[in-house]
Structures are given as structure tokens and as C-alpha cells.
Antibody, heavy 117, light 111 residues
Framework: QVQLQESGPGLVKPSETLSLTCTVSGGSIDNYYWGWIRQPPGKGLEWIGYIYYSESTNYNPSLKSRVTISLDTSKTHFSLNLNSVTAADTAVYYCTKGDSFAYFDSWGQGTLVTVSS | QSALTQPASVSASPGQSITISCTGTNSDVGKYNLVSWYQQQPGKAPKLIIY???MRPSGVSSRFSGSKSGSTASLTISGLQAEDEADFYC???????????FGGGTKLTVL
């Protein structure tokens, strides 16, 4: 059973870049879709994007100009970079795994990132 | 405003059944059989309970079932238990440009 664990700074300043890493354990990174979903406090879920093990990517159009998802060459973790952040980017960020691009069958526990000066 | 529309809340007593609707358009729910449902208990990460409209992952109770008619997908929970109390979210593929869209979530209260 694959396990996912997010890590990264819990506080980011406005206009800076939010960077998170998701460590994958208990399984191979090959043949799956690896992604990020976020949830502002007290609100619903928002899909950010995914990377396939072949390194093709797909992003939410509303975030596409600011988002990059990448796979580590060792293929033990993947990362999220979101630049030019504002308070609206404050959320719990979850990393996910999917057998298909169309659903998310494993989730990390989530990490709260607050954007504030 | 979410792309998919769900009722904000539903409630029922233990043992009863409830259905949560998820209304989209003919560009997402109506076009693709790629609707999934997630259960999120307080303070926890969401959990996949239905994928591809009506498929249940291994280990998910058979009390959870999914269906779709036109541009509306539905999640039915039968034999409600106190432990079912949670927020439920639907999600659909919406084509290569938009990709994935979520509903706003439904809070289930077991009375």
C-alpha cells in the first residue's frame, strides 16, 4: 500500500514561491498519476494538477501560469511549485496518487500552508 | 463557485438511506463516465469511495453506491451509521483543457 507524506514550509510570504515535496513509500512511482489538490480553510477541494510517471503534466487552467509539478530523478518523490502566491493560496495542500488521471485513490495527510507577511 | 453543484447538507437517522446529487453539464458529468466521490471526516484527508461513476475500491463498504443520469451523478448511502457523518465531494473529468472539477461538498449529518 503506497503511502504519501507532504513536507515543506508552513508559512510563505506574498509574491514568493510555495514549494512542497511529497515522499512516496511502499510502492513504485511508475505507471501512476501523481498530483496535488488543495483545500482552503473551511472550504472545498480544488484540483491543482498531476504528473504522470513518464513526466507528462496537466494543470488546472486557473493556476497553470503559476504551477509546476515535477518528479525527482530518483523517483521517490515529486514536488509542487506555485509562484507569485497571495493570501488566496492559503490552504491545506494534499498530494495524491491515481491509478488513472480521473481519480485519486491515495492521499497524503495534508499540510497547511499560510501565505502571510 | 464550484463547477459541480451539490446540496450543502443532508441529514438522516441511523439505518436510513440518503442520496447526494452532483449536477454538472454535458461537458463534464454528462459527457464522461469519470465521476468519483470522496468522503472527508473532520480533520482528515479525503478518501476515495466511488470511481468511474459506480465502482467501489477494495475495502469500501457496499453501503456506498454511485450512479449517473444525464448530467447528474448521485451517491447513495444505505443503512446509515454514525461513522458515516462526514463531508462528501464529487469530482468529474471535464475534458483535456479543464481536466478535473469538484463539487462544493455536502455535509452529511447522522441524527
Amino acid at each position: 500500500q503506497v503511502q504519501l507524506q507532504e513536507s515543506g514550509p508552513g508559512l510563505v510570504k506574498p509574491s514568493e514561491t510555495l514549494s512542497l515535496t511529497c515522499t512516496v513509500s511502499g510502492g513504485s512511482i511508475d505507471n501512476y498519476y501523481w498530483g496535488w489538490i488543495r483545500q482552503p480553510p473551511g472550504k472545498g477541494l480544488e484540483w491543482i494538477g498531476y504528473i504522470y510517471y513518464s513526466e507528462s503534466t496537466n494543470y488546472n487552467p486557473s493556476l497553470k501560469s503559476r504551477v509546476t509539478i515535477s518528479l525527482d530523478t530518483s523517483k521517490t518523490h515529486f514536488s509542487l511549485n506555485l509562484n507569485s502566491v497571495t493570501a488566496a493560496d492559503t490552504a491545506v495542500y494534499y498530494c495524491t496518487k491515481g491509478d488513472s488521471f480521473a481519480y485519486f485513490d491515495s492521499w497524503g495527510q495534508g499540510t497547511l500552508v499560510t501565505v502571510s507577511s | 463557485q464550484s463547477a459541480l453543484t451539490q446540496p450543502a447538507s443532508v441529514s438522516a437517522s441511523p439505518g436510513q438511506s440518503i442520496t447526494i446529487s452532483c449536477t454538472g453539464t454535458n461537458s463534464d458529468v454528462g459527457k464522461y463516465n469519470l465521476v468519483s466521490w470522496y468522503q472527508q471526516q473532520p480533520g482528515k484527508a479525503p478518501k476515495l469511495i466511488i470511481y468511474e461513476v459506480n465502482m467501489r475500491p477494495s475495502g469500501v463498504s457496499s453501503r456506498f453506491s454511485g450512479s449517473k443520469s444525464g448530467s447528474t451523478a448521485s451517491l447513495t448511502i444505505s443503512g446509515l451509521q454514525a461513522e458515516d457523518e462526514a463531508d462528501f465531494y464529487c469530482c468529474s473529468y471535464a475534458g483535456s483543457r479543464t481536466s478535473m472539477v469538484f463539487g462544493g461538498g455536502t455535509k452529511l449529518t447522522v441524527l
